[in-house]
């Protein structure tokens, strides 16, 4: 069975790309217009002074960065000017990486499926490879962002300011110091960054030419290959996902750590990358290229839907309490300053626990199409808030805004995204007659 990429969708896609570029461009236009306008941040402070002064900031911290203190004449106003200048690349980064690691999840939870030795997700084994196929597209953009970083192209990236290193200069961090030496140097961390990229990659390649191989010879030994490729890529997907989450976002924050803050990232990806499999799975279905497909396939994605769901919230929970309830300032500052700068932070958790939870327990509603479409792209768009709320807030701190940047970032990574994954669909053979487990995956079904 094979997929006709439509052309309307095509045209859609292409309209995204193109108005996204478009609208980010305009953004850029007016982001440089605020950098050489010399009273735009001194305007920001003085109409919004406690979310530059307020109480989640250390005694030593305002003592140093008084209000009264306009201009150049604020320690903290060189700060304030890369927040400004760091709004276009963040827009861009939030959109890019929750893109690629959404992409990156898909692949995993398949190979997930192939190791487990699972029948009931075969019939839509075809959809997490399409949705996998952007990870070359979207690693080369998240490369582009980090080289950027890393040549100071932007200062995302706090850390990598040299003097902080400098025992000689005043600005000498010992925390941020110590933590160079064995993890956050700039050749480790670009090293680092290109071989995450490569491994997701050259694991989708892998991936992809097993399968094919399954179709065109169906023996157990082109299976026990597959089994292979994916138990190895699983191992490596664990290990770089979570030094992906270190690199990419948790060093925006140098002096904030967690130690389960790449579990709760993973989690976040897991749940987008089995939302938007439902919904390809169910739009497929409705124009008649994946017929296989039925409310039984379609219930247990929205149990993993809901799954993943609970267990972001328990993650979640798990991290703010414990730090919270601690009040250790260097953890609980990262809290605090999205509470005094962010209002929508925990609003987040409506969408994607409250909503969830109402909704998704009973095992009738996860066979209806329509709900479970719609509830994926809420989930959807539930978990690039949260990645909003995890990047934004260092890299702009007070400065942002829903905006023309963030938009059309997001519809250009979301133009690119849907060209690429239903191209590589409508290039693959929807039904894998060459897995063993088609023919149990065709007749399954779910027993309560």
């Known amino acids: ?17 193109i108005l996204g570029a478009v609208l980010y461009g305009i953004g850029v236009f007016m982001n440089s217009a605020d950098q050489k306008d ?23 911290y305002q003592e140093l960065n008084q209000t009264h203190l306009e201009g150049h004449d604020n320690p903290q106003w060189h700060t304030w000017e890369h927040h400004v200048a760091n709004r276009p690349w963040a827009a861009l980064m939030t959109a890019s990486y929750f893109a690629f690691g959404l992409s990156a999840a898909a692949l995993f939870f398949l190979c997930v499926q192939f190791a487990s030795n699972s029948g009931w997700s075969i019939v839509v084994s075809r959809v997490m490879e399409g949705i996998a196929s952007y990870i070359p597209v979207g690693g080369i953009l998240m490369l582009i962002i980090v080289f950027a970083s890393a040549f100071g192209g932007n200062h995302l990236f706090h850390w990598m300011d040299k003097s902080l290193v400098d025992p000689t200069d005043p600005h000498y961090d010992i925390f941020i110091a110590s933590k160079s030496k064995i993890w956050l140097n700039i050749p480790g961390w670009l090293s680092r960054s290109v071989l995450y990229v490569l491994i997701f990659s050259a694991g989708l390649f892998w991936i992809k030419r097993a399968t094919k191989r399954l179709d065109e010879v169906k023996d157990r030994k082109n299976w026990e290959k597959l089994f292979t490729a994916a138990v190895v890529f699983i191992v490596l997907y664990s290990l770089s996902i979570t030094g992906m989450a270190w690199d990419w976002v948790m060093s925006l924050d140098p002096h904030w750590y967690s130690t389960i803050f790449m579990f709760y990232g993973i989690v976040s990806h897991q749940v987008a990358a089995a939302a938007l499999t439902a919904i390809i799975s169910i739009n497929l279905k409705n124009q008649g290229s994946l017929p296989l497909f039925n409310d039984n396939h379609q219930h247990d994605l929205a149990k993993y839907m809901f799954g993943f769901s609970i267990l972001w919230t328990y993650l979640w929970f798990c991290q703010f309490m414990l730090q919270w309830y601690a009040d250790i300032p260097e953890e609980v500052q990262y809290f605090q300053q999205r509470n005094a700068q962010y209002p929508g932070y925990y609003w987040m958790l409506l969408v994607n626990f409250l909503l969830v939870l109402l909704i998704m327990t009973s095992s009738g509603i996860k066979r209806v199409p329509q709900l479970v479409f719609w509830m994926g792209v ?11 709320n995890q990047i934004m807030p260092a890299a702009v701190g007070a400065f942002h805004n829903f905006g023309l940047l963030e938009i059309g970032s997001l519809m250009f990574v979301g133009g690119l995204f849907t060209y690429v994954v239903f191209s590589a669909i409508s290039k693959l053979n ?4 060459g897995n063993p487990y088609f023919h149990e995956s065709k007749i399954y079904e779910y027993p309560f």
Do not use: T
């Open 430 to 433: 929807l039904e894998p007659k």
């Open 38 to 60: 010399p009273k735009y941040i001194e305007n920001m402070v003085q109409s919004h002074p406690e979310k530059f002064f307020g109480d989640y900031q250390s005694a030593e």
């Open 1 to 17: 069975m094979q997929y006709s990429f439509s052309p309307k969708l095509k045209l859609a896609s292409f309209v995204l790309i």
């Open 378 to 388: 809420m989930i959807i768009l539930g978990h690039y808030w949260d990645f909003y």
